[in-house]
């Protein structure tokens, strides 16, 4: 059922559905065209954050199942049943499988609110959309990854081709569970390879209906398969696997960097990561417009319940109009997101993924108070909800930079406003971090605007906004960010190798 169909679904009506899906969904590793218990026949609790109650049981692959997995996957591409497909069939699957996100959208939402949180509403209205739209976009440039003919002497002629790399390895995180796997196996779909995923396993089960729906759609199976299971098992031996020529990651730096460990230990797959972040939002004086502005700072660190990798989590204020900006942000930003149950379609705050998240932001809150910051609301569980992972939004004011909340990725929300002089100071300070994802400057003087945004050292710089863009956006970091970029056509070529041809032409 799509997102239209149940806009008028009320809590109780999303009860009911929660209930029944309890029993209905399917946990099971998806290998080769079908559901199939683990090797070994592990299994593992998903719990639901809003309750701390299990909410299903999924299988836990090893490596067993990892091997099983790309097994198929290998299979699939050198008997070439999705390459060797004309671009505009291949296109008609993406197509096809596209529509049917959108037509088990509620299905869909419910499986990403009961595995991780995310209010409902939420992914109806952003989550579900965006992965079908992300489908599409890959879809359509199936027929646009050329090669090149260079100019060479009269005696010779040399083409420079894009092939796929074979078979992919992909292990998405628990904060966006099917938008950001869908960030990853698209394009790599759409470059012609075939995949295997292992979703956080915290929030497996709308990857595997994904990979269901893709086989409806008409994909052969092997070509995408779908092993759940734990990151330190299954996501490594995923990553070490001497058949996977590349491997793409997402989630926190430490993991990252033994993503890259694995593949130099292997067989020196490619390695795409896109890791956490720390970014800054700055807003000088000349800001034009401070409602809006400071709408952006709050919405770009409570969103989501701050659980995003380029959540605006340090606030940048100059001197100058600092009070009134932290006034402004108590005002307005104080109740815009208030933690309520996330089946709720009028609620905007989820839990936080797992308790262990909670206690660890909660200890994150703690480290702010201890160390100086001036708390102005949230800091704690809300009253009535102490039974699931729920954390307040949070406000700190007068946070230095050397602050552990200013330094470290909370991935909670939790904002610190912290006060600038001027031009250069704020760049020094925006640039101390080890992380280089986004930014964002909020000016009236583009010469300022132009210079802020060559200066700052982040993949994405916004200018006068935040979080915003189209698929022409390149989504990746700099520094222990990350290395690749997703979300658009650039990502697709990254599941690419050239290879030169030379004729001799005599």
Known sequence: MNAHAV???????????????ETSVEGRLFINGEYCEAADGGKFEVINPSTNEVFALASEGTEKDIDRAVAAAKESYYSRTWLKMAPRKRMDIMYKFADLIDQHAAELALMETLNMGKPIGDCLSTDVPASATN????????????????????????????????VVGCISPWNYPLLMAVWKIAPALAAGNSVVLKPAEQSPHSCLKMAELFVEAGGPPGVFNVVNGYGEVAGKALALHPDVSKISFTGSTEVGKLILQYAGQSNMKKVGLECGGKTPQIFFADLPDMKRAVEAAYEGIYCNMGEMCNAGSRIFVEQSIYSDFVDQFIADGKDAYMPGDPLDPETNMGPLVTSEAQSRVLGYIESGKSQGAKLHFGGGVPSGMEAGCFVEPTLFSDVSNDMKIAKEEIFGPVASVIPFDNTEHVTQMANDTIYGLCASVWTSDVNRAHSMAKSIEAGIVYINCFDEGDMTLEFGGYKQSGNTKDSCFESVLSYTQSKSVWYSLR
């Open 135 to 166: 489908i599409r976009f890959m879809a359509e440039s199936i027929d646009k990854i050329n090669g090149k003919v260079t100019n060479t002497h009269d005696k010779a002629l040399h083409l420079s081709l894009r092939e796929p790399l074979g």
């Open 7 to 21: 806009k008028e679904y009320t809590k109780e009506d999303w009860k009911k559905l929660a209930s029944d899906a």
